[in-house]
């Protein structure tokens, strides 16, 4: 059974720096397309960022400049480098992930969500 597995998330400062990761684990399989989304509290969950499977990488505006998504394909692993934390970058922040298996057939998959507070 594959599973997405976020970490990293955690409590800063305003102006600090959070690494998120989202691992896939289970059955053979390769990664497509990969995003992080997050969701605050009271508010629609909503993309940060995509990474293709190319590496092609897109972001949303709030975010651009500050915000890096990377890729580790040895490692199944996907990267949200967020850096000049923001209060308003307080959410959890949840992996998503189009995975294709050793059948040919692809799905997609969400993480847990992992907690991100930046203080002021």
């Known amino acids: 059974q594959v599973q997405l597995v976020e970490s990293g998330g955690g409590l800063v400062q305003a102006g600090g720096t959070l690494r998120l990761s989202c691992t896939a684990s289970g059955s053979a399989f390769s990664i497509n397309v990969a995003d992080w989304y997050r969701q605050a509290p009271g508010k629609r969950r909503e993309l940060v960022a995509t990474i293709g499977s190319a590496g092609i990488t897109n972001y949303a505006d709030s975010v651009k400049g500050r915000f890096t998504i990377s890729r580790d394909n040895a490692k199944s692993t996907v990267y949200l480098q967020m850096n000049s934390l923001k209060p308003e970058d307080t959410a959890v922040y949840y992996c998503?992930?189009?995975?294709?298996?050793?059948?040919?057939?692809?799905?997609?998959?969400w993480g847990q969500g992992t907690q991100v507070t930046v203080s002021s």
């Open positions: 998503n992930a189009v995975l294709t298996m050793g059948t040919g057939r692809s799905y997609s998959y």
